[in-house]
């Protein structure tokens, strides 16, 4: 068990141990190979033992914790240290869950004893003879923390979780729950640490709260081993690093766990793959948890009132700690293992160790992922939806993928991962884009066929490296384009790698590329993708704010006055246009993407428009204001406009490369450098608001409709 709020990670084990464990994953009943630890090595010496044989719990061994904390994982239970919640009868240590008094801070009561400074302990055989209890909201654990947080707070400094269990004997798919965990916790400092386990299940006729088991675990430098009843059924390591001839740490062989803390030579934030943090010193204890983020999520979910209404016991025999007399330094030499112990199709766990960024060589090597044919390294896929993406024909660009999405929840992508690679042809070639960094992309087409029954469903790009380590989601409106997808039309998204870096992605092991409507919301969507490529021939933005109808990611926006914005039907050439009329309040009108007036708050990049590109577009007045000779003006903002720490800039509509002033019925096109804009003081990298109007105060009665309006490189 963890101090901290950690254990939805153990949540997603549960879960996939529950999903896998019928086809070869995480859970094993299998006992074959049974291993007598004490044969034929002989040199485990015992160096510390609790039988419970005395009258007391000996408080020369354990410490109560006393608390209402919650343990971190809101659980429902305050830790005592009265006799009611641990006692010995009969040579048994018994660490009782009730119900607490009415108006108590929490409905349950129990205890928590630990071994800390008292007993620590580096390496060696830890082992519990225990009988767990059983019941929705059941929580015991006999587990290991560290006695100095060398390498920061929880989990840098590492956690050890011996065997631990929930919900017992409660009703399943598959008869009752019967598993027990053994899980390490590391990395980084909560919320983004890491974890990695395995689940052992009992045989339905053998549940762990039915008997007396024993657990443990066989710890030395660099490997940790998971038992029980002897039947060694996990393993964990150190991550092995693979490095080139200069010693550049490149690839890790073996993904173990990792450590992550400050260099005390650099003061920098740095991740270690050698035996920390587990070779420091660490203590023992047992607890009995009532509830919290694990169990109350799981199974029947909640907690079961009734199981404790006249408590339920955690039953545990002894503890027992050997060390390896053989090399006591390093605990090796002591080895219980049987065959397949090192075998990831076995008994090893793979961990969540980041790999290390390879060193590059400045080569930029662009990446297609897909151009009318499928890449066998890169294949296109459907994570959970049971589609197979395919390749069609379109009547405009030749054969292109295809995804669909069913009732079942899914993503859809191309995916650079050996389990999901079957071309005999193709291998897992994660990319390295760290030698385009600074002006790369990832850009590809795409075609909504059939929108999804959630018609307004948010579309996303997401992107994942390094087996998902690191991840970025983003709408498609954040794409340098800004637009949301159009149903029917070929529409170009293209996100730059320097902001994918600056959300958090490592752009050295990029291998997974997803497009897809929101999980859960896209039922019946059909769509088609092509020109999929990671690369530095970045073509010129472009922003349409309304051709032939309203880009919702940037809407008619009217600042001040009463008269909303419309669309109205023109002239056969420009049909539908946008129109704004100005009332008796003084106002500005235009296209606003900030969230506050509707838009998507997406902004946009026009900086690979400085040298050829323009604002552009046709304006007709059908009512002059009553100011007839006002001056007509265009304003563009960006992030946020002056009033937010951002820049603007105005001119009027004179000074536009046509030259012109505005005359009542005639359409006309004003075009503006973005050079110009950019000349005049404005950020052209995060254009938000555009506005077009009459000077202030000077507009009332003013009738006028835009078409055709652009940024882009003509």
């Not at 009868?89 to 801070?105: K, S, W």
């Not at 090399?327 to 290390?356: F, I, S």
């Not at 998902?468 to 159009?486: D, F, M, R, W």
């Amino acid at each position: 068990m963890n101090r901290f709020k950690t254990h939805l990670t153990q949540l997603t084990m549960a879960l996939s141990v529950a999903t896998l464990a019928g086809c070869g994953g995480s859970a094993t009943d299998t006992k074959i190979d049974t291993v007598n630890p004490t044969e034929p090595v002989s040199d485990w010496v015992m160096v510390w033992e609790d039988n419970f044989d005395g009258d007391a719990i000996d408080d020369k061994k354990w410490s109560f914790e006393i608390n209402c904390a919650g343990g971190g994982n809101n659980e429902k239970q305050c830790y005592t240290d009265s006799e009611e919640n641990a006692f010995i009868a009969d040579g048994i240590l018994n660490i009782v869950a009730l119900p607490a008094e009415e108006g108590a801070d929490k409905p349950y009561t129990s205890a928590r004893i630990n071994t800390r400074y008292k007993a620590d302990f580096k390496y060696g055989r830890f082992e519990v003879r225990a009988k767990l209890p059983s019941g929705q909201g059941s929580w015991p654990a006999f587990w290991m923390m560290p006695t100095d947080e060398v390498y920061g707070g929880w989990p840098r400094s590492g956690e050890i979780d011996i065997v631990e269990s929930v919900n017992l004997k409660v009703p399943t798919d598959d008869g009752v729950e019967s598993n027990i965990y053994g899980t390490l916790h590391y990395g980084q400092e909560w919320p983004n640490n890491d974890s990695s386990g395995k689940a052992y299940t009992f045989a339905q006729d053998s549940n762990p709260a039915d008997d007396f088991h024993t657990y443990a675990i066989e710890w030395q430098e660099g490997e940790i081993r998971w038992y029980v009843d002897d039947y060694l059924y996990a393993t964990q390591r150190q991550s092995e690093v693979l490095y080139d001839a200069k010693g550049n740490e490149i690839a890790l062989k073996h993904r173990g766990w990792y450590s992550e803390y400050f260099d005390q030579t650099t003061g920098e934030l740095t991740t270690f793959w050698d035996a920390s943090p587990y070779d420091q010193e660490f203590y023992l204890i047992l607890n009995f948890a009532v509830g919290g983020d694990w169990p109350e999520n799981v199974n029947a979910t909640g907690i079961d009132t009734t199981v404790f209404e006249n408590g339920q016991t955690f039953e545990v025999d002894y503890v027992r700690v050997y060390e390896c007399a053989q090399d006591p330094d390093t605990g090796k030499g002591c080895e219980t293992v049987r065959p397949g112990y090192d075998n990831l199709d076995d008994a090893l766990v793979q961990g969540k160790a980041p790999a290390p960024t390879p060193p590059s060589d400045g080569t930029v090597t662009p990446l297609t992922i897909f151009d009318s044919s499928f890449n066998p390294n890169w294949p296109a896929w459907d994570c959970c939806g049971e589609s197979t993406p395919a390749l069609v024909e379109d009547a405009e660009r030749g054969n292109v993928v295809e995804f669909v999405v069913g009732a079942k929840p899914t993503v859809n992508g191309f995916i650079s991962r050996a389990l999901f690679i079957t071309d005999e042809n193709g291998e897992a070639s994660p990319y390295d884009a760290s030698a385009m960094l600074e002006d790369g992309f990832v850009r590809f087409d795409m075609q909504v066929t059939s929108l999804p029954s959630t018609p307004d469903a948010p579309w996303l790009f997401k992107i994942e490296s390094d087996e998902g380590k690191t991840a970025v989601e983003l709408n498609l409106s954040a794409s340098t384009e800004g637009v949301s997808p159009v149903a029917g039309e070929w529409q170009t998204y293209t996100f730059p790698l320097q902001t994918l870096a600056d959300a958090g992605l490592n752009v050295s092991l990029i291998d997974v590329i997803m497009i897809f409507p929101a999980w859960g919301q896209g039922d019946g969507a059909v769509y088609r993708v092509d020109n999929v490529e990671i690369t530095n021939d970045a073509p010129p933005a472009t922003l349409t704010l309304f051709a032939d109808e309203m880009n919702l990611d940037w809407p008619l926006w009217n600042c001040c006055g009463d008269l909303a914005p419309i669309e109205a039907v023109d002239d056969e050439q420009h049909g539908l246009t946008a129109e704004f009329s100005i009332g008796p309040k003084p106002t500005v009108v235009g296209f606003n993407n900030r969230t506050t007036s509707g838009g998507s708050g997406s902004q946009f990049d026009a900086s690979s428009l400085i040298d050829e590109g323009v604002l552009q577009f046709e304006m007709k007045i059908t009512s002059l204001s009553s100011t007839p000779d006002a001056a007509w003006f265009v304003k563009v903002e960006s992030s946020g406009g002056p009033d937010n720490g951002g820049t603007a800039v105005e001119v009027n509509l004179n000074t536009s490369i046509e030259g012109v002033d505005p005359v009542a019925g005639e359409w006309q096109t004003y075009t503006f450098t973005v050079n110009s804009l950019l000349q005049a003081g404005l950020d052209i990298s995060s254009i938000d608001v555009i506005m077009v109007f009459p000077a202030w105060s000077q507009g009332e009665g003013a009738v006028f409709r835009i078409d055709n309006a652009v940024i882009s490189n003509p």
